[in-house]
């Protein structure tokens, strides 16, 4: 499924444009060891997404203390995924070659993760 668009609104400021988007893995269960064997467990959900900003998109803007976010990920054909509380966890910033702009990935916690 293709991406249409990735949009933070943080403060009421649309931001848009990111080059990369991806989901982090969800972990619904764990296997646990018991004296006699394995079990599964439920553990609470947690969501978080990875995503690579580019100077015109917000590379340049200062993302240290980000909270309280929302990510809306729209895909091509109508649906939609909404990231709500989201924190940022960690910025890596890429290499600079003079070639190409410099990008910066950012690491987000969300609270939930909403479908529609």
């Not at 972990?27 to 100077?55: H, M, N």
């Not at 895909?75 to 910033?93: A, D, E, N, S």
Request: hydrophobic content about 35%; glycine content about 10%; aromatic content about 8%.
């Amino acid at each position: 499924m293709k991406i249409s668009q990735v949009t933070i609104v943080l403060d009421g400021e649309k931001i848009t444009g990111f080059k990369q988007f991806k989901e982090n893995e969800i972990e619904e269960a764990q296997t646990v060891e018991l004296a006699d064997g394995e079990d599964v467990v439920e553990v609470p959900p947690k969501y978080g997404f990875s995503l690579t900003v580019v100077p015109d998109s917000g590379a340049d803007r200062d993302w240290s203390g980000t909270k309280n976010a929302t990510a809306i990920i729209q895909y091509k054909g109508g649906k939609k995924v909404v990231f709500t509380g989201c924190r940022l966890l960690k910025q890596t910033p890429g290499d600079i070659d003079g070639k190409t702009a410099k990008e910066t990935q950012l690491d987000f916690y969300a609270r939930t993760r909403k479908v529609s």
